[in-house]
């Protein structure tokens, strides 16, 4: 807000001031961000752009919201999974968190004594994404009709790993053993690649904001010195 007042109220003084003064045409910069000022200051944009923030944070509130609760039959939540679903990088953390989640409690249940349809059951109630959600109950679905675990994991989209652990040539009783490694290799890439995209989101973030500063900051100067340039060789001669 403080850079919008600056263009709107400081900066299109510079040029009337100087055209009148000095005669000096502003600099390529300076012009740039007026017209960008006069397009966001004098025209609807800036009212179109404060209403899609305003959607946006509500939005993305409701979702977490939503997820939280896991409200499965809510708007909010469903086109919100849309969203991450689709999103060519974010779909990935969100397989593999689901993943995490999917082996620890099949491990857990089938340490337990559950039979492996009431395992897979019990993952309909994680908060994992919706559209993975639905390859769990084709998962179940098969499984209960009596189709090979094995092979109607690898049929619904869940992966090799997860249909070789419960392969039939497999031992039965190293399932959970099989499980457990699978989670901890899950786990250790999600956790590893959500922290690779933290250290270098964080230094670009703040590379691009010092070039937006740097720039804003170049604009708002370099009329002043042009102006300088200009009258100083009448003044000294």
């Given amino acids: ?5 600056m263009m ?5 003084n510079y040029k009337s001031v100087l055209a009148d003064v000095a005669g000096v045409e502003l600099p390529l910069a300076t012009r740039i961000l007026i017209h960008v000022a ?3 200051t004098r025209g609807p944009c800036a009212i179109r752009v404060l209403v899609v923030a305003a959607v946006a944070v509500l939005s993305h509130s409701m979702y977490r919201a939503a997820r939280r609760r896991r409200d499965r039959a809510g708007l909010f939540l469903r086109l ?3 969203i991450v679903w689709w ?3 974010v779909r990935g953390f969100e397989k593999r968190r689901a993943m995490v989640q999917i082996l620890e409690l099949l491990r857990a249940s ?3 004594g559950c039979p492996v349809n009431e395992a897979i059951r019990g993952t309909l109630e994680l908060d994992v994404n919706l559209f993975f959600q639905r390859r769990l109950r084709c998962w179940l679905h098969a499984v209960e009709q009596g189709e090979d675990i094995a092979r109607s994991a690898r049929r619904c989209g869940l992966g090799q790993a997860l249909a070789w652990a419960f392969d039939s040539s497999t031992n039965a009783a190293s399932t959970p053993m099989i499980l457990e490694m699978l989670e901890s290799h899950y786990r250790s890439i999600y956790l590893y ?3 690779l995209t933290r250290f270098i989101m964080w230094p670009v973030g703040i590379l691009l904001l010092g070039l937006l500063v740097g720039f804003v900051v170049y ?3 370099s009329p002043i010195v042009a102006a300088i340039s200009h009258v100083a060789p009448n003044l000294f001669p």
Avoid: K, V
């Fill in 1 to 5: 807000f403080l850079m919008i007042g």
């Fill in 38 to 40: 006069d397009t966001f």
């Fill in 87 to 89: 999103l060519p990088f």
């Fill in 80 to 82: 919100g999974d849309s």
């Fill in 193 to 195: 690649r959500i922290n």
């Fill in 8 to 12: 709107a109220f400081i900066l299109p």
């Fill in 219 to 221: 604009a708002i100067f």
């Fill in 110 to 112: 089938l340490l337990a």
